[in-house]
């Protein structure tokens, strides 16, 4: 096999994580070509190449498996930023695909943020950190979570109060304040941080 164009190989696996996640099944590769300017000639070659790096599963026509790769591992998207501190709002684009080992995340669906502000330092969360989230819309008391107030994201600690009809936002930083709101949604469980040393 001919050696490949990094650049185009990772146009080629980003295109393919991108359009599987958008539309919930993978492409063919008449759109893996036309999505990353090349033709379907090379595009099968490079979807081998990926394959034969364990990137990607493929047995034939939409039957990509970018999900999950050999050697039990698991593309996490980053989806961009979430306030650590006031809230803000978090843009669902895909920024890029972390591969992390399954047995370090464990099942489910995850996906990463990048952490902004100060207000989650006493939890080990700082500034340009990486937070694995585990999607979901629920959490029990004291979790770390993603909470969507109004359209702004923020990450804190959760203490619902049905008691007065409200929920608690708490920041781990002793310098900020609680935040009430009367609803928020709830889009997932920190689990992990990633930081760099």
């Known amino acids: 096999m001919r050696s490949k164009d990094k650049n185009v190989l990772r146009a080629v696996e ?3 994580w991108e359009f599987t996640e958008r539309r919930g099944y993978s492409p063919s590769l008449q759109e893996i070509a036309d999505g ?6 090379t595009a099968h070659r490079y979807v081998a190449k990926l394959r034969s790096d364990g990137i990607v599963g493929y047995s034939g026509y939409r039957s990509l498996v970018p999900a ?3 050697g039990g591992s698991v593309m996490v998207p ?9 809230p803000r709002y978090a843009k669902e684009n895909i920024e890029e695909y972390v591969r992390m080992p399954e047995a370090l995340i464990g099942s489910g ?16 969360i700082e500034e340009g950190d990486l937070v694995l989230v585990k999607r979901q819309n629920f959490a029990e008391k004291g979790q770390i979570v993603v909470a969507l107030v109004g359209e702004e994201a923020t990450l804190k600690r959760f203490y619902p109060e049905p008691g ?19 609803s928020c949604e709830v889009q997932g469980v920190a689990v992990k941080v990633i930081k760099d040393l």
């Open 14 to 16: 980003r295109f393919v």
């Open 36 to 41: 990353a300017g090349i033709s379907k000639t």
């Open 68 to 70: 999950r790769v050999k």
């Open 78 to 86: 980053v989806l961009g930023r979430v306030a650590c501190g006031l």
């Open 109 to 124: 669906e995850f996906f990463l943020l990048r952490a902004v502000g100060d207000s989650m330092t006493g939890a080990g």
């Open 164 to 182: 007065k009809k409200r929920f608690r936002l708490h920041p781990e930083n002793p310098a900020m304040a609680d935040i009430y709101v009367n």
